[in-house]
């Protein structure tokens, strides 16, 4: 079975900077897919960013961006201009590629990030 | 706003009700999910439909019944619950063509359900 594992409950960022949240899995599978998504007060479980596993380059998304490291079974996320709307629990999740029906997501314990001022 | 809608957004039922939770989307995903979410924890799976066959169940406890009438709603069946079920309950959708991983997860914002 797969596991995800995120080694930061809290992390904390000031306004305009940078942050980088923790991410590593451990899977016996060679093709997957990793995400993160963010889960603000609301409730609502929002996709931040995906990475295919088959491919070397890092995904990005406007001021989100992974650092992928396969070899090492690492999936970070990095933060820059850090906005207040930023603060919520953030959380890696893993699904496998093909499974022959619909696969379900694995998350990890998440990291509650605050922004301050 | 969400293209997944749940209701209600609120539950408080007792031990002896029956209640359900409803799901839709209209986006044309073919696989729906229902999630469980304790406080400070994360989501955690309960069944899977894909093509509005029942692909997986978690082992879920039979006073939790799915049901997905059509390929855009996906309920959940309430019966004699337990205090501990109390959490919040999370529908998802996805694209997924026949076990592609790819497409990620549409969330709903949520069921709390309160069980005294």
């Known amino acids: 079975a797969q596991t995800v594992t995120q080694s930061q409950p809290e992390m904390s960022v000031q306004e305009a900077e940078t942050v980088t949240l923790s991410c590593t899995y451990d899977?016996?599978?060679?093709?997957?897919?990793l995400f993160w998504y963010k889960q603000p007060p609301s409730r609502q479980m929002i996709l931040v960013i995906r990475?295919?596993?088959?491919?070397?380059q890092n995904a990005t998304e406007n001021r989100f961006s992974v650092n992928f490291q396969k070899a090492a079974k690492s999936f970070s996320l990095k933060i820059s201009d850090s906005q207040l709307g930023d603060a919520a629990m953030y959380f890696c999740?893993?699904?496998?590629?093909?499974?022959?029906?619909?696969?379900?997501?694995?998350f990890g314990t998440g990291t509650r990030l605050q922004v301050t001022l | 706003d969400t293209e997944v809608t749940q209701t209600p957004k609120h539950l408080v039922m007792g031990m002896t009700n029956k209640k359900s939770l409803k799901c839709e989307q209209h986006?044309?995903?073919?696989?729906m999910y229902w999630y469980k979410q304790k406080a400070k924890k994360p989501p955690e799976l309960m069944f899977v439909?894909?093509?509005?066959?029942?692909?997986i169940n978690e082992s879920v406890p039979s006073r939790f019944s799915p049901e997905c009438p059509n390929s855009s709603l996906l309920n959940l069946h309430l019966h004699a619950l337990q205090p501990e079920d109390s959490a919040l309950y999370l529908c998802?959708?996805?694209?997924?063509?026949?076990?592609?991983?790819?497409?990620?997860?549409?969330f709903g914002n949520g069921t709390r359900l309160t069980v005294t």
């Open positions: 998802a959708s996805s694209q997924d063509r026949r076990g592609q991983g790819k497409s990620p997860l549409h």
């Open positions: 899977t016996s599978e060679s093709d997957y897919y």
């Open positions: 990475q295919e596993a088959y491919k070397q």
């Open positions: 999740a893993y699904r496998s590629a093909n499974t022959g029906t619909a696969s379900k997501l694995t």
């Open positions: 986006m044309g995903h073919r696989a």
């Open positions: 439909y894909s093509y509005e066959k029942l692909s």
